[in-house]
């Protein structure tokens, strides 16, 4: 080839979007269920573009307030219940 890529080498990353938008989706949604926005909250589609690409979740910046109310939703021992 000729540097192009190739639709099978595309998939694996576009597999990789779809995952990080739905959870990103899933996380908003389970946040708000306990009051806890994240303004911030998105896929980082800068992360799409690296050699390897990751697909990261941006969490972005939060008040004080959202941050404690964010570890208190976790528990005090630092653990939610994960699904």
């Known amino acids: ?3 192009m890529v190739s ?3 595309r998939r694996p990353v576009r597999d990789k979007i779809r995952d990080a938008e739905a959870t990103c989706v899933a996380l908003s949604a389970a946040l708000e269920k306990v009051g ?6 998105r896929v980082d589609t800068a992360s799409y573009v690296d050699v390897h690409p ?3 979740i941006y969490l972005g910046g939060c008040s004080t307030d959202t941050a404690r109310r964010l570890a208190a939703a976790l528990g005090p ?3 939610a219940e994960v699904p």
């Open 36 to 41: 806890i926005v994240l303004p911030s909250l």
């Open 1 to 3: 080839m000729d540097g």
């Open 7 to 9: 639709d099978d080498e």
């Open 54 to 56: 990751q697909a990261r």
């Open 77 to 79: 021992d630092g653990r």
